[in-house]
């Protein structure tokens, strides 16, 4: 065990077996050096800094049909809605007087969202905050999309791959392809994107092979960023009754992640604050340098139910930045407003011609 962790640490590989073995045997106390490890390796490259994205739940509409999501489309308890592009350039507008700049635009996969409109709504949003940063989070959408969103001004797009796993991920998404969705990871990285991909923890008949499937893709793959989250049963999806992952777990594979992908820029996410009060503290000491604090409109929040009891669904976005804040310096970080980009996309003299 000794000889995995400092091989993880000092060469940022392990095969598969290695990987399982290291799963199987991790005890509370390198569990510990594990996660300290990790901490060390983020501020290699991105010091104590945390990045703060303001997310946009814009739509909560899905054709997808994916088991575990409350949004899917079989669920006929959801209050669907739209934000319309002015809705979304006021919750923008209150993020950037807070200080953010860097936005996330999520959604389900909502084609009344038409290449057309997304791209005058990036084209407003860069007109109107030059300075900050755009994500997309729309789902699998054509390379031709991709292109036009990013030819409009798009710096980021997320993708989760969810899991690496064909088999499991083809019991999770009827009617979804694998391939397809690898397909558009592969498009979003050609295309000059910064890519998040990233998976869930403690997904039913996940076992440790799996997860080191998702280590191995990652660490193949290389996204700028990787977003990884407990799996949390949503009573409304035919995953009901499963168990759902632990904060414990996804510490693990966040720490793992680091240490495979030093560079990346990974979220300390709000299903792990969900689970766990200081589940996001506890992500940053693991290896984590993002939080995504909720922009939307109070009076969507709560609709935008990918699993339930979500956090900060009453929050006005401005006690959320100090909530946040307040976080993230008592965990011994510090507050970074800044677009945030990966590592290797900081423009440099020396850069400056391919980026
Ligand atoms: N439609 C977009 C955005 C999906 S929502 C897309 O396809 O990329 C963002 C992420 O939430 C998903 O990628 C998934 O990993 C996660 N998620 C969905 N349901 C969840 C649940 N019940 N518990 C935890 N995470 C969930």
């Known amino acids: 065990m000794e000889a995995l962790l400092t091989k993880l640490y000092e060469q940022n590989e392990l095969t598969k077996e290695e990987i399982v073995y290291f799963l199987q045997h991790l005890t509370p106390e390198l569990k510990k050096r594990l996660f ?6 983020r501020k290699k ?16 509409f899905c ?37 953010y700049r860097s936005f996330v635009l999520q959604s389900g996969e909502d084609f009344r969202f ?11 949003m860069k007109h109107r905050f030059p300075d900050a940063a755009i994500t997309l989070s729309v789902g699998e959408r054509s390379e031709d999309f991709y292109r036009a969103l990013y030819n409009a001004g798009t710096d980021r797009y997320l993708l989760r791959h969810e899991t690496a796993s064909r088999s499991l991920y083809e019991s999770l998404h009827p009617g979804m392809s694998y391939d397809n969705r690898m397909k558009c990871l592969r498009n979003l990285k050609d295309i000059g994107y910064q890519v998040g991909a990233g998976f869930m923890v403690g997904l039913p008949g996940q076992t440790h092979q799996h997860l080191a499937e998702d280590l191995l893709f990652v660490k193949e793959f290389h996204p700028e960023m990787i977003g990884i989250g407990p799996f949390i049963p949503h009573s409304a999806t035919p995953l009901k009754d499963a168990i759902g992952g632990t904060v414990e777990d996804t510490l693990v ?9 030093p560079d990346a820029l990974m979220p300390a996410t709000t299903a792990m604050g969900t689970l766990d009060p200081t589940g996001r503290e506890k992500a940053l000491s693991a290896g984590a340098n993002v939080v995504m604090p909720i922009l939307s409109p109070l009076r969507v929040r709560e609709k935008y139910a ?3 009891n979500k956090i900060c669904t009453g929050d006005e976005a401005s006690h959320c930045r100090n909530c946040i804040e307040m976080r993230i310096v008592a965990a011994g970080y510090e507050i970074e407003l800044s677009r945030g980009d990966n590592f290797n996309f900081i423009r440099t003299p020396e850069n400056e011609h391919v980026l």
């Open 36 to 41: 300290r490890l990790a901490d060390e390796t």
């Open 306 to 308: 990918l699993y339930e």
């Open 253 to 261: 594979m966040i720490a793992m992640a680091r240490l495979f992908v």
């Open 45 to 60: 490259h991105y010091y104590k800094s945390v990045y703060m994205r303001g997310l946009i739940e814009f739509s909560n």
């Open 63 to 99: 054709k997808q049909d994916c088991m575990y999501c409350g949004l899917r489309k079989s669920n006929s308890n959801v209050e669907r809605y739209r934000l319309d592009e002015e809705d979304i350039l006021a919750c923008a507008a209150e993020g950037y007087d807070l200080g």
């Open 114 to 124: 038409t290449e057309e409109l997304m791209i005058s709504i990036v084209t407003s």
